[in-house]
């Protein structure tokens, strides 16, 4: 199953990136779904037939304390190059203080990064919004790391 998980892995990163077509091995969004699958049942198989994992509670810890880290060191190295190359920062300085609060809140802690992508600005203000590319400033380009919205989904459930 590991090497299954990383094929798929890697044809999401080559998407993300456009080293190759979108169709690379199985394509990006099909093998997000496939990945999501595959891990949902590898994520109750080593639930239940682990001992390791007595409670629910220690199977979380165990989870936070492989992907937090890593998360965090990732995040401040993107954060560093942001800050020393050209990007869409400059525009943040319109974005009102709610949007503000938001994306830090964001990018410090996963949970909560897939509610940036149903949020726009309109006018000054923060909005839910069906569509974040109809925003004056685009909110999504506030996260330091866009695809780790999945982080915090996976936790979740």
Known sequence: MGILRTILAISVVFTHISLATSNWMV???LAVEVFSCISGFFITYVLNQTKVYASARMFYLNRFLRIYP???????????VQLFLPSDFQDFYKLPHSAWRLLIQSNLVPFGQDAVMFTSVKGGHLIWSGNFMDSDVPVWH?????????LGVELMF
Not at 71 to 80: M, R, S
Not at 142 to 149: D, E, K, N, R, Y
Request: net charge positive; proline share 4%; glycine share 14%.
């Open 27 to 29: 394509g990006g969004k």
């Open 70 to 80: 890593v998360y965090l060191v990732v995040a401040f190295c993107v954060l560093i």
């Open 142 to 150: 506030g996260l330091l790391i866009p695809q780790a919205w999945t």
